[in-house]
DNA sequence: TGACGGGGATGACAGGTGTCACGGGGAGGT
DNA sequence: ACCTCCCCGTGACACCTGTCATCCCCGTCA
């Protein structure tokens, strides 16, 4: 018998996920959170073996979640279960420890076995993704870049933006000049979309 | 015995909410469907009673998907069932002949009810969401404003979008000003997002 | 020690952007 | 007929933005 837990924001999808792994003879549900901060001690109090983990949550996001389960856990695994197959998300979701990442496209019937390969030592990886990811590389941003451009997504004005993190507006204007070039783009919402999309922020 | 239509472009969850109806006693999943256009005629085929709907879904929406369902088989009621709780897309949803709204934040159990209240006639609609939607009121756009503004959602530079509705670069300018006095912001990137919040997109 | 890259800053400049005033046309009410 | 609203366009203007050149400081690494 698995025990597994479920960490997903979305109170309706965790119990239907849930209700879906309880249908295999050979998995338990031992645990449901829907804040990421609370994985690793809802884990440790469910004796989990297996935590399915969404990447958007509150709290602390799954990529996250998963770092900080490898770290207090070790013989925890953890597999990534999210609806977004953004590139630089499967990079930093093996980095951090997962042993694996698949879509919420995936058929239903698949999860269970990914969970099974997970539990015994196995990596489950999205081919697409993984290809994907290769072809990418990792980000080139530079930390400043990446921390301008994610309060460039909403599209405020580069004076709003300067004031937020105390630092010139020539200065912010350089960043993300920077931070267009690297992404193609020609506008800082655009790059900030595209770096989103990859995975970057 | 409710016999159910599913309608989710996410395998992995439509497999689970299945899972999750079929506990139920007096429910039974009768079809499931990964896009909006096909709604329609597998219900007509599995002689569903009530069709759940995700709104984000390839081919037609979950919205226009409710429209249809309610002109072509005026018997079957739809039950929206979504991720992000936008105002707008309450309204839009009940307009558009959909007998209730529910978002994937409410509590599992819940969701079975929901459908037995909307298969009896009734109406289920979030109650923080209707409120919500009440005190907006309806999107105050116009039409081409909408439209312009779901060009910029990508931060798209201003001839870009012009080029794409082929329109005056003067022109594109006094819409989307006008969107960004009726959003309260500053920018056009940041109006678009505001409208795509609130459901007006 | 010197080279290198990231972070921070300034100044200047071309071009993009938001705003306003003003024009015209057409559809829908009264 | 008149008014109102939406749509389309032009021109002008102040301001914002993206780019480039040129500095500086600091940590790293050969």
Redesign the pocket.
Known sequence: MIRLLLADDQALVRGALAALLDLESDLEVVAQVGRGDEVVTAARDSGAEVCLLDIEMPGLNGIDAAAAVRRELPGVRSLIVTTFGRPGYVRRAIEAGASGFVVKDTPARQLADAVRRVHSGLRVIDPDLAAESLIDGPSPL????RELLTHALDG????TIAARV??????V?????AA??KTGA????EAARIAQERGWL
Chains 1, 2 share one sequence.
């Open positions: 530079t930390g400043r870049e405020s004005p580069v004076a105390h630092l010139s507006e020539g200065t204007r350089n960043h993300l000049s267009i070039g020609t506008t800082r919402s």
